[in-house]
């Protein structure tokens, strides 16, 4: 393993108000087991060093950490990366910011990075609560994606869903006029309350009459076409900065 920091998971009982004080907001996140391939570890060496963004309570300039002007969409919850490393990939002229905590994944989304020579998108393993809210400027984005957000399906869990209205005005406050914030899920009830959320925060418009088509630079990913056979519903919802 490289030195880049772990992960400081929620501890038991830890909560709060969602973006308040640097430490105590509710986590949308639990620690998961999991260990890294011998491959995950190896790409996660070599490459974090490279196309690791390390998390620090300070503002980061994303022209000077790319080293270009181009358009800055960040990704939250990247998980295993193929949805990130294939939107990268194809996307070229765009510069990507993937956050996650799960360090597998990390490890995954490296050997993607390495193997399609991607120099466009960067990691940062950490909190994306706290990235969006410590290190993101005001009006930096052109785009924020959050596919499949961790649905949290009993009630009791539903406070730990990032997609609420404190965190919402966070992100929406990040984007450039004009720039969009896209979330997707397969979960209904999710889906209904992002577009409720979403549609209740004064600076965001809907650029569709409710929920959205699926646009061509959201892949399909493996288990959303399992679940599109078994008759399961996805929701996009893309709303833009006023
Ligand atoms: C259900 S997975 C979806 C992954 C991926 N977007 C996809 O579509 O396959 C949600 C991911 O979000 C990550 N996550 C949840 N809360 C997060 C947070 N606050 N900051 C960074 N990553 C987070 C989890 O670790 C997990 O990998």
Known sequence: MSEVPLIHPAAEGDEGEY???RHGHIKSYVRRAGRMSAAQENYYAEMMPK????????????VAVYGRIAPKILEIGT??????????????DNDYLGVEVHVPGVGALCKQIAERGLDNLRICQH????????????????????????????????KRRLIQPPFVALLASRLKPG???HCATDWEEYALQ??????????LVNSADG???RPEYR??????????RLGHGVWDVIFKKR
């Open 19 to 21: 973006t308040a004080g």
């Open 51 to 62: 196309i690791g963004v390390v998390y620090a309570p300070q503002q980061i300039d994303l």
């Open 79 to 92: 998980g295993m990366g193929e949805t990130t490393a294939k939107i990268a990939d194809a996307n070229r």
């Open 127 to 158: 909190d994306a609560v706290e990235v969006v809210r410590d290190m993101l400027p005001e009006a930096s984005l052109d785009g924020v994606h959050v596919f499949f957000p961790d649905p949290w399906h009993k009630a009791r869990h539903n």
């Open 179 to 181: 720039g969009y914030l």
């Open 194 to 203: 992002m577009l409720e959320v979403l549609s209740a925060e004064p600076t």
């Open 211 to 213: 929920f959205a088509p």
């Open 219 to 228: 892949p399909l990913t493996k288990f959303e076409n399992r679940g599109i």
